[in-house]
Structure formats: structure tokens, C-alpha cells
């Protein structure tokens, strides 16, 4: 009963409004982009704060620091058709991320100390869906202080998968397995449990998907 995903779990399970911005390398939907032509960051799921603040619940020596998305300092932006913004945030124990928003689609690059940068490929991992990385990071580990080594990123990512119901998206909250290169664990899709499925799969030993388990 600890406060694990106490902020990303404030998302709703559906949301019903297109994305504002967005992200993936290479789009594939096949229907209009969202009509916004203006980039901006997601709504947070929290008043912003700084841009790490901690959580002081633990379970078995196990914490969470956060990341507010709102914080991030942009580095390039364009305005275009489908709008285009790069952000940048630091994280935890020399970890940070960049925020790719760009024709409907939302990415994220994860980069652990002393590396490059490394793309979640999320739009790619959906289909192309448009997309939005909503609220705030959840960096999860152990340690106090800086001591803290995350070994888990938790994220929410609304997608809009359904061609049939295009205003529709989904939320699903998505574990980073950060021990080696960064990449998906798994999408946690919607429903009473996704909170403790997700819990349950920060707090093991996360792997990679596998091309099989993609959508």
C-alpha cells in the first residue's frame, strides 16, 4: 500500500479529446493529424513543482522521485504543420530525458549517466497512434538522498488508437527498464488493477518487450 503511481494513477482510464502535441520519429497513422498546429506540453496531473521532487513513501527500501514535464527548458521548437517541440529535463543519479512532441505524436529519450540518449519509440511501439506523455515521470529505486538509483521509469501515455472512435484515447501507464539501455517494459492498459500491475512490474526486474508483444 504505498504511494507508487499516486500521481500517475490520477489519469483517467479514457480521454476524450485529441492530443495537443506530439512525437515518433517516423509517423505511420494513416488518418489527419490532430488539427493543433501548435506544440505544447501536456497538462499535468499535478500542480508543477520543481523539477525533481521526492516521495517519502516506501516499500521495502523502494522510493519514487518525480519529474514535472512542465519544468522542462525547451531546446528547439517550429512551428509547422504538425508542430514541433524538443524539451529537456533532468532527473535523478545523472539521468535525464528529452520530450518529443511532433505531428500528434509524443516521444521519449532517456539518458543514462554517461550515455547517449536512447528513443522509447513509443508511437512506433502503438501503431503511429497520436499521443501525449501526460502529468509527470516517476523515477522508482532505492537509495536516500544521493544515494538514490532509479532502476524503473513509470510514465503515462494516452493513445488514440481507435480509428472508429478517433477522439478516444487510451492511458495506459508504461514501465522504462532503465539497468542497461532504456526501453519499454510493458503498456499497462486501462482497467481496476492497472496500478498494482504496474507496481507489480516496476518493483521485479523489468525486461524489454519483445517485437511479439508490441502493438
Known amino acids: 500500500t504505498t504511494g507508487l503511481l499516486l500521481a500517475l494513477s490520477g489519469a483517467g482510464c479514457q480521454r476524450d479529446a485529441p492530443p495537443d502535441a506530439a512525437s515518433g520519429s517516423a509517423p505511420t497513422a494513416s488518418s489527419t493529424p490532430a488539427p493543433h498546429a501548435d506544440a505544447s506540453p501536456p497538462p499535468p496531473t499535478v500542480p508543477a513543482q520543481a523539477s525533481s521532487?521526492?516521495?517519502?513513501?516506501?516499500?521495502?527500501?523502494?522510493?519514487?522521485?518525480?519529474?514535472?514535464?512542465?519544468?522542462?527548458?525547451?531546446?528547439?521548437t517550429q512551428r509547422d504543420e504538425g508542430g514541433y517541440r524538443l524539451s529537456e529535463c533532468d532527473g535523478p543519479a545523472g539521468f535525464s530525458v528529452?520530450?518529443?512532441?511532433?505531428?500528434g505524436r509524443h516521444n521519449l529519450l532517456v539518458?543514462?549517466?554517461?550515455?547517449?540518449?536512447?528513443?522509447?519509440?513509443?508511437?512506433?511501439?502503438?501503431?503511429?497512434?497520436?499521443?501525449?506523455?501526460a502529468g509527470r515521470l516517476e523515477w522508482r529505486g532505492s537509495g536516500d538522498a544521493d544515494a538514490f538509483a532509479p532502476d524503473v521509469l513509470v510514465l503515462r501515455y494516452l493513445a488514440w488508437e481507435d480509428p472508429q472512435a478517433p477522439t478516444r484515447g487510451t492511458s495506459y501507464l508504461v514501465p522504462v527498464a532503465l539497468a542497461a539501455t532504456p526501453c519499454?517494459?510493458?503498456?499497462?492498459?486501462?482497467?481496476?488493477?492497472?496500478?498494482?500491475?504496474?507496481?507489480?512490474?516496476?518493483?521485479?526486474?523489468?525486461?524489454?518487450?519483445?517485437a511479439t508483444q508490441r502493438r
Open 98 to 103: 528529452r520530450l518529443v512532441e511532433a505531428d
Open 53 to 76: 521532487t521526492s516521495d517519502d513513501r516506501r516499500d521495502a527500501g523502494r522510493r519514487s522521485i518525480y519529474t514535472e514535464l512542465s519544468a522542462c527548458r525547451t531546446l528547439e
Open 184 to 210: 519499454v517494459a510493458a503498456f499497462v492498459a486501462p482497467g481496476p488493477q492497472q496500478s498494482e500491475q504496474a507496481r507489480r512490474i516496476a518493483d521485479a526486474t523489468p525486461a524489454c518487450l519483445d
Open 111 to 133: 539518458r543514462r549517466p554517461g550515455s547517449d540518449f536512447t528513443s522509447l519509440r513509443l508511437p512506433e511501439q502503438r501503431n503511429g497512434a497520436f499521443s501525449e506523455i
